[in-house]
């Protein structure tokens, strides 16, 4: 669907003169003198191209704004369209976080060394609400009272 948005709004931006041509027709009537030398829209008119090519505009950024909800959605592992990372709990997307910035550091290191150990992940359970947090959180994140 994004793609079918984005093609639409670059034939709107692309023949945005001739759509405003026929939009102005519809609008208002041709004019009954000569003094119209371009013929292409009347005096009050001159706005039409500006409104169709901001529309055109709008359609490939929403067409663009849908590939990258599904590509998103398809990266975190979350099924049912568009529902992007959301639905993930915060505990799986910190361990999605740090498998992702291990995978980064450890693609720096000289070949032929071996990976390094695993980093061991200290969590502090709040009083309140029984929820896991890093070591160093002052706060909760999920009732607020101080840790």
């Known amino acids: 669907m994004g793609l079918v948005l984005i093609g639409a709004g670059l034939v709107v931006f692309r023949y945005s003169a001739y759509i405003a041509g026929q939009l102005d027709s519809y609008i208002s009537?041709?004019?009954?003198?000569?003094?119209?030398?371009?013929?292409?829209?009347?005096?009050?008119?001159?706005?039409?191209p500006?409104?169709?090519?901001?529309?055109?505009?709008?359609?490939?950024?929403?067409?663009?704004?849908?590939?990258?909800?599904?590509?998103?959605?398809?990266?975190?592992?979350?099924g049912g369209g568009m529902a992007g990372g959301s639905s993930m709990s915060p505990d799986m997307l910190d361990t999605?976080?740090?498998?992702?910035?291990?995978?980064?550091?450890?693609?720096?290191?000289?070949?032929?060394?071996?990976?390094m150990p695993p980093k061991e992940i200290v969590k502090v359970k709040c009083r309140n609400?029984?929820?896991?947090?890093?070591?160093?959180?002052?706060y909760c994140r999920k009732c607020g009272e101080p840790l």
């Open 29 to 48: 009537p041709p004019p009954t003198d000569g003094n119209n030398i371009t013929g292409l829209v009347s005096p009050g008119g001159w706005y039409l």
């Open 50 to 78: 500006y409104a169709v090519w901001g529309f055109g505009f709008t359609l490939i950024g929403l067409g663009g704004t849908m590939l990258r909800s599904a590509f998103m959605s398809g990266m975190m592992g979350v």
């Open 96 to 115: 999605y976080m740090q498998q992702a910035l291990s995978g980064a550091r450890g693609s720096t290191r000289q070949p032929g060394t071996g990976p």
């Open 129 to 138: 609400c029984g929820n896991l947090e890093a070591e160093d959180a002052t």
